[in-house]
């Protein structure tokens, strides 16, 4: 196991997210020590999904607006096609992100949360991963996609699927451990 870290993490979603691309990086964010908080539009719980299927639910710490982007050292952002969409649309979330990456912070981006970057304008000149559906939104958005497991590009780590979810993680926790 890593050294425990004395950090605070933000993870981001709504109802619609991936739950193996939230619940995989929770538990090993914490594992080691980590404080996280699930930040959403809404109060309450936000449900999960597999793929198509209603999975758990997950408690929400805060919303979005009741957290400043300065409390925390790295974001992460799950996928989850109706999550992500949903989050892209939300000035906070948009806000919350922009202010993590001017600060350099990590930020943890899987599946089609990628979505959640092209539409805050964070995407140009950046090497990314997504799920493959996403990729010409990279593109059109002035990145470079990749069909990769897990990509690092500065303070953004990058994967594609629930399958990915350890390959992120361990990359996501270097990251953090280094910041």
Not at 3 to 24: S, Y
Not at 70 to 87: K, Q, S, W
Not at 154 to 167: E, I, M, Q, Y
Request: hydrophobic share 45%; net charge negative; with cysteine.
């Amino acid at each position: 196991m890593a050294q425990k870290m004395n950090k605070h993490v933000a993870i981001l979603a709504t109802d619609g997210f991936e739950e193996a691309e939230l619940t995989g990086p929770l538990k090993a964010l914490r594992d080691v020590g980590v404080n996280v908080e699930v930040l959403a539009p809404h109060t309450g719980m936000i449900q999960g999904f597999k793929h198509f299927d209603k999975a758990n639910s997950v408690p929400v710490n805060r919303t979005v607006n009741q957290a400043d982007p300065d409390e925390f050292d790295a974001v992460v952002l799950p996928g989850g096609a109706l999550n992500a969409d949903a989050m892209r649309m939300e000035p906070q979330v948009q806000a919350f992100i922009k202010a993590m990456d001017a600060n350099h912070k990590p930020m943890a981006v899987i599946c089609h949360a990628p979505w959640e970057l092209v539409s805050a304008g964070l995407v140009k000149g950046r090497t990314m991963t997504s799920w493959p559906s996403i990729q010409d939104d990279i593109r059109n958005a002035g990145g470079k996609w990749v069909d990769q497991e897990v990509v690092v590009d500065g303070n953004l780590v990058t994967s594609r699927k629930p399958a990915d979810v350890p390959a992120f993680n361990r990359e996501l926790l270097a990251l953090l451990e280094r910041s």
